[in-house]
T-cell receptor, first 109, second 116 residues
Framework: KNEVEQSPQNLTAQEGEFITINCSYSVGISALHWLQQHPGGGIVSLFMLSSGKKKHGRLIATINIQEKHSSLHITASHPRDSAVYICAVYYFGNEKLTFGTGTRLTIIP | NAGVMQNPRHLVRRRGQEARLRCSPMKGHSHVYWYRQLPEEGLKFMVYLQKENIIDESGMPKERFSAEFPKEGPSILRIQQVVRGDSAAYFC??????????????FGSGTRLTVV
């Protein structure tokens, strides 16, 4: 069982819809990352969170440390948002990221 | 300021050959992390290096794989006698200090290795 669980695995939505991707993890962490990967492309870091909420343009990331849960929201989704979104966590004393399996998002025009 | 540079972007090797993947970290970054993404699977940690030191290689397969980060030049991930199961995307990330995942990470564009 992966320590980092993402849902849904696949998500298809119409352009303009509000998107939510969820990430749950099993033990206490020091930081959580949301990453974006386009098909055949590199990995782009969207957010790094240790508490609360961050916003960048149409993207919002939240984290609830007590519930060991984070969400990535996309407002007014656009076809260019189509990508795989990956949640990754960092545990103190363990100098590496542990990744979820990703959510494949497709936005239809 | 160039980002993390990986080359080649695509690499094709026949079974039994050697593959060398290079990662040049961002300027001023002295910590490098290698990750592997197998087809239809998530990313998995392989190795964490500082200049001239391997700090954590707990994710490296025991045989055929090695990594180095010399004082001068890029970090190299070397796979000897490649097999079809080594086909994957290999990503590196760099950070200016330890605890990169906490203080800031930059990923490269990856090297896609295909073993035929």
């Amino acid at each position: 069982k992966n320590e980092v669980e993402q849902s849904p695995q696949n998500l298809t939505a119409q352009e303009g819809e509000f998107i939510t991707i969820n990430c749950s993890y099993s033990v206490g962490i020091s930081a959580l990352h949301w990453l974006q990967q386009h098909p055949g492309g590199g990995i782009v870091s969207l957010f790094m969170l240790s508490s609360g909420k961050k916003k960048h343009g149409r993207l919002i990331a939240t984290i609830n440390i007590q519930e060991k849960h984070s969400s990535l929201h996309i407002t007014a989704s656009h076809p260019r948002d189509s990508a795989v979104y990956i949640c990754a966590v960092y545990y103190f004393g363990n100098e590496k990221l542990t990744f979820g399996t990703g959510t494949r998002l497709t936005i239809i025009p | 300021n160039a980002g993390v540079m990986q080359n080649p972007r695509h690499l094709v090797r026949r079974r039994g050959q050697e593959a060398r993947l290079r990662c040049s970290p961002m300027k001023g970054h002295s910590h490098v992390y290698w990750y592997r993404q197998l087809p239809e699977e998530g990313l998995k940690f392989m190795v964490y290096l500082q200049k001239e030191n391997i700090i954590d290689e707990s994710g490296m397969p025991k045989e055929r794989f090695s990594a180095e980060f010399p004082k001068e030049g890029p970090s190299i991930l070397r796979i000897q006698q490649v097999v079809r199961g080594d086909s994957a995307a290999y990503f590196c990330a760099s950070s200016p200090s330890g605890k990169g995942p906490l203080y800031g990470y930059t990923f490269g564009s990856g090297t896609r290795l295909t073993v035929v």
